[in-house]
């Protein structure tokens, strides 16, 4: 298929700018309430917002979907809304790229992306995050040798606190490059992304091996999992010894996706309807919690099915949780697993959603929490509206003990001092913050606290 060129909205439009009313995440434990929001169909449009911003000494933050868990996107002033910036603009087969605009969603890309025959080589599990948001916050999947979705990007557009619009990519000169290779995990604080390339590859086939294990037996062959699958992830379940794993690989075919009823009793049923169930007779009544856990932990089966990249790494997300995530050295994950295991069997938490594992491998991303380290993602959810906070401030003991970093869209309470140790390049970003932002026209108290005034 030659290349083609399709833009999705009316560049020619002006932004609509909507009334001003509270803005909340996904998970409902953020609020904003910007002053005025806006809604541009273009970079010009996006640009002049943010002129007009700066001339009322307004601040800006743009917002995705609203997945992250922190309030990294909040502001009182400027919110850029991304719907209307949206689309693939170009597929260029011969390079092995796809240029988005920022606003899009994973899903409408993955969608476009598979009638192209092309794929992303890597990428979470839910798609309904905005290309830009999943990125600026260090979006991941697993992977033994490929990395996040931002590391997946080779070029950017990105529009500056004085309305300016920078190009960047690794190819460009020394002063390109350096944007480019910040502001592709950015946190919003460099400026707005317009526009993403991401790497791209013929759409090739994954066989996915679900299967239960003990918690004892996927510990102590971790590094063997890890090692000899290109991805592999496992799900702990609080309160019992059992966990279940998957494992993705590439295959010949052909393919061989679920059924439909069984797909939908699996994804659907249990996994979304039976579990929020679950959940809720947990938090009504929490010392139900380990006698479901054992139940749920319990019925699960083993299942291989073969189907394209998006509908093997993703899966439906419909109940709603909190969610804290750290990246520990890979070496490390065993031993704060079981840390992680004996704080739950010594304490009075009641856990009713599974702890999931991760791993990624190092890149050079400077605030990446995989740069520069072969890393292991352990995360831990709580059920929306019940008590989080002293498991997740628990957790958290254990995560920095062994050198963690939090992801930054997730629930922590690290700040710039401790995350300049944990980061070797986090002064690097923050100088070409200081050259891109001097005023914080990008700042909101998020910000402030991870990256300093």
Same mark, same amino acid.
Do not use: Q
């Given at each position: 298929m030659a290349a083609s060129n399709a833009v999705d909205g009316s560049g020619?439009?002006?932004a609509t700018t909507s009334p001003t009313r509270p803005w909340r995440n996904w998970a409902g434990n953020v609020t904003a309430r910007p002053a005025r929001t806006v809604a541009p169909a273009s970079t010009e449009e996006l640009?002049?917002?943010? #002129?007009?911003?700066?001339?009322?000494?307004?601040? &800006? $933050?743009?917002?995705?979907?609203?997945? !992250?868990? *922190?309030? &990294?996107?909040?502001?009182?002033?400027?919110?850029?809304?991304?719907?209307?910036?949206?689309?693939?603009?170009? =597929?260029?087969r011969e390079a092995g790229t796809v240029t988005v605009a920022a606003g899009t969603p994973l899903k409408r890309l993955n969608e476009t992306l598979s009638a192209h025959g092309l794929s992303l080589t890597n990428m979470g599990d839910i798609m309904e995050q905005t290309v830009s948001g999943a990125t600026s916050t260090g979006t991941h999947g697993t992977g033994r040798d490929s990395a996040s979705l931002t590391a997946q990007i080779t070029g950017l557009e990105l529009v500056?606190?004085?309305? *300016?619009?920078?190009?960047?990519?690794a190819g460009g000169n020394e002063e390109n490059a350096a944007v480019f %290779?910040?502001?592709?995990?950015?946190?919003?604080?460099?400026? =707005?992304? *317009?526009?993403?390339? +991401? %790497? &791209?590859?013929?759409?090739?086939?994954?066989? %996915?091996?679900?299967?239960?294990?003990?918690?004892?037996? &996927?510990?102590?062959? +971790?590094?063997?999992?890890?090692?000899?699958?290109?991805?592999?992830? +496992?799900?702990?379940?609080?309160? *019992?010894?059992?966990?279940?794993?998957?494992?993705?690989? #590439?295959s010949q075919g052909p393919a061989a996706p679920p059924g439909k009823v069984s797909g939908w009793v699996d994804d659907e049923l249990l996994s979304n309807g039976v579990f929020r169930a679950a959940c809720a007779v947990g938090r009504a009544f929490p010392?139900?919690?380990p006698g479901i856990a054992k139940v749920s932990s319990r019925a699960l089966s083993p299942r291989t099915y073969t189907d394209i990249p998006y509908k093997v790494f993703t899966s439906p997300r419909r109940v709603r949780f909190l969610e804290m995530e750290y990246a520990v050295p890979r070496e490390a994950a065993v031993a704060v697993l079981a840390e992680l $295991? %004996?704080?739950?069997?010594? !304490?009075?938490?009641?856990?009713?959603?599974?702890?999931?594992?991760?791993?990624?491998p190092a890149d050079d991303i400077p605030l990446s929490t995989a740069s520069g380290r072969d890393t292991a993602y352990?995360?831990?959810?709580? /059920? @929306?509206?019940?008590?989080?906070?002293a498991y997740f401030a628990a957790t958290e003991r254990i995560m920095t003990a062994h050198g963690g970093r939090p992801h930054w869209g997730k629930l922590h309470t690290r700040d710039a001092g401790h995350?300049?140790?944990?980061?070797? #390049?986090?002064?690097?970003?923050?100088?070409? #913050?200081?050259?891109?932002?001097?005023?914080? @026209?990008?700042?909101?108290? /998020?910000?402030? @606290?991870?990256l300093g005034d």
């Open positions: 020619g439009r002006s640009a002049a917002a943010v #002129r007009a911003a700066a001339e009322d000494g307004l601040t &800006v $933050k743009a917002a995705g979907t609203g997945h !992250s868990f *922190t309030a &990294v996107a909040a502001t009182d002033g400027l919110l850029i809304r991304p719907e209307r910036l949206t689309g693939v603009r170009k =597929v260029d500056t606190a004085d309305g *300016t619009v920078l190009t960047c990519s %290779a910040a502001a592709r995990l950015g946190l919003g604080a460099l400026g =707005v992304i *317009t526009e993403l390339t +991401f %790497a &791209v590859e013929p759409e090739f086939l994954l066989t %996915a091996r679900e299967e239960p294990m003990t918690f004892d037996e &996927v510990t102590d062959r +971790f590094d063997e999992l890890a090692a000899e699958n290109e991805h592999f992830e +496992f799900y702990w379940f609080p309160h *019992t010894g059992n966990c279940n794993t998957k494992r993705n690989n #590439r010392a139900a919690i $295991k %004996a704080l739950v069997e010594r !304490s009075d938490f009641k856990i009713s959603f599974p702890v999931e594992v991760r791993t990624a352990v995360a831990v959810h709580m /059920y @929306r509206g019940t008590p989080h906070h995350l300049a140790d944990a980061y070797p #390049r986090f002064t690097e970003f923050t100088a070409l #913050r200081d050259r891109l932002d001097p005023e914080r @026209r990008f700042a909101n108290d /998020y910000l402030r @606290r991870v």
